[in-house]
T-cell receptor, first 114, second 112 residues
């Protein structure tokens, strides 16, 4: 069965650079979530999209932006990177709420800022 | 106060033991609840949904207490392969949107 695909799997950037993370949800899933997980921490909700519109916003810094495209894939854009942005970034997708609420995660993108 | 709280552990138990985790949540309007399992440096994977009537899947039993706003996970006959972090997840979305909030996770270490 198709799963959530994230790319790249690993990314190394320097401070003040920009990064773009991509997420391809499970087919027919119209909700996408982004989470940030620092070392030894629980996943922190950043932002979510439903039907290509932002549906909720969590602790996402102003330096970050995200969008969901017409094919439902999503991109997380991170600018002016800081050392503290080093983390695992997970994308998850779920079907429309009336069809279910479980979310399924991609394998994550490990971002290292040096 | 965090929206979803768990005892971080670690819980160190021998094989064959029974272990239980609890999780409390702050939003009384929350409608759906889950337990996810996360292995080191891997993505969280859905272990089971938690239903009002309680549900069981093999050695795993999940229960929900809406009045006290907590959910629990019971693991019977622990296996070495059960060693992982167990994340309590509560859907606090409203208006037709999902918003999954994670607890900090409870670490379980099963030893021979």
């Amino acid at each position: 069965a198709a799963g959530v695909i994230q790319s790249p799997r690993h990314l190394i950037k320097e401070k003040r650079e920009t990064a773009t993370l991509k997420c391809y949800p499970i087919p027919r899933h119209d909700t996408v979530y982004w989470y940030q997980q620092g070392p030894g921490q629980d996943p922190q909700f950043l932002i979510s999209f439903y039907e290509k519109m932002q549906s909720d916003k969590g602790s996402i810094p102003d330096r970050f932006s995200a969008q969901q495209f017409s094919d439902y894939h999503s991109e997380l854009n991170m600018s002016s990177l800081e050392l503290g942005d080093s983390a695992l970034y997970f994308c998850a997708s779920s079907p429309t709420p009336r069809e279910g609420t479980e979310a399924f995660f991609g394998q994550g993108t490990r971002l290292t800022v040096v | 106060r965090k929206e979803v709280e768990q005892d971080p552990g670690p819980f160190n138990v021998p094989e064959g033991a029974t272990v239980a985790f609890n999780c409390t949540y702050s939003n009384s309007a929350s409608q759906s609840f889950f337990w996810y399992r996360q292995d080191c440096r891997k993505e969280p994977k859905l272990l089971m949904s938690v239903y009002s009537s309680g549900n069981e899947d093999g050695r795993f039993t999940a229960q929900l207490n809406r009045a006290s706003q907590y959910i629990s996970l019971l693991i019977r006959d622990s296996k070495l392969s059960d060693s992982a972090t167990y994340l309590c997840v509560v859907n606090m979305g409203s208006g037709g949107y999902n918003k999954l909030i994670f607890g900090a996770g409870t670490r379980l270490a099963v030893h021979p």
